[in-house]
């Protein structure tokens, strides 16, 4: 089993759709857990960090799942310019480094 | 502005020479990182360093080297040693290792 398994899609969905993508994650001792946003050719770019809580930040929802050991983002009313590639990053315990996942593929339609 | 600089932004090397690239940040971060990235692959890490004067191996250290000879600069060079070096590479620093990281713009490096 993969560290950190994303789907990779591609997902295709209208303006104003609601998408959701899931990560999971292999190691238990996880600590943080992230998501990033990498435009095609472009820098990775820091989207949310996810707490156990959840966290929202506008349209976008996080939340995390230690029993069953993933993590999620939620997008509401998708617009075009959120088409992009959304990568799960996990810190793996105790030696703080991070697992990147391969990214899920996004692309909002007009 | 604050941010993390890399060049070039593409670069081209021939058969049995080092390259050198570029990353220089003035966010005053401790920690920094080198990373490849291959089409369809997720992110891997090749070296870092959390502080001056010190750095340690990442997954694929092999046919690469760095020096941390001041706070603001890890330059990455890729060897002779290095079969395969054409990928995009991505710098990125951040406060206390392991945790948010900002990344420079990337520089993709090619074969002649």
């Known amino acids: 089993r993969k560290e950190v398994e994303q789907d990779p899609g591609p997902f295709n969905v209208p303006e104003g759709a609601t998408v959701a993508f899931n990560c999971t994650y292999s190691?238990?001792?996880?600590?943080?857990f992230f998501w990033y946003r990498q435009d095609c050719r472009k820098e990775p770019k820091l989207l949310m960090s996810?707490?156990?809580?959840?966290n929202e930040d506008g349209r976008f929802t996080a939340q995390l799942n230690r029993a069953s050991q993933y993590i999620s983002l939620l997008i509401r009313d998708s617009k075009l310019s959120d088409s992009a590639t959304y990568l799960c990053?996990?810190?793996?315990?105790?030696?703080?480094?991070?697992?990147w996942g391969l990214g899920t593929s996004l692309a909002v339609n007009p | 502005d604050g941010g993390i600089t890399q060049s070039p932004k593409y670069l081209f090397r021939k058969e049995g020479q080092n390259v050198t690239l570029s990353c220089e940040q003035n966010?005053?971060?401790?920690?920094m990182y080198w990373y490849r990235q291959d089409p369809g692959q997720g992110l891997r890490l090749i070296y870092y360093?959390?502080?001056?004067?010190?750095?340690q191996k990442g997954d694929i250290a092999e046919g690469y080297s760095v020096s941390r000879e001041k706070k603001e600069s890890f330059p990455l060079t890729v060897t002779s040693a290095q079969k395969n070096p054409t990928a995009f590479y991505l710098c990125a620093s951040s406060m206390t290792g392991g945790e948010k990281l900002f990344f420079g713009s990337g520089t993709q490096l090619s074969v002649l």
């Open positions: 996810v707490y156990s809580s959840g």
């Open positions: 990053v996990v810190n793996a315990g105790n030696n703080r480094k991070l697992i």
């Open positions: 190691n238990s001792a996880s600590q943080s």
């Open positions: 966010l005053n971060h401790d920690a």
């Open positions: 360093s959390q502080i001056v004067n010190d750095f």
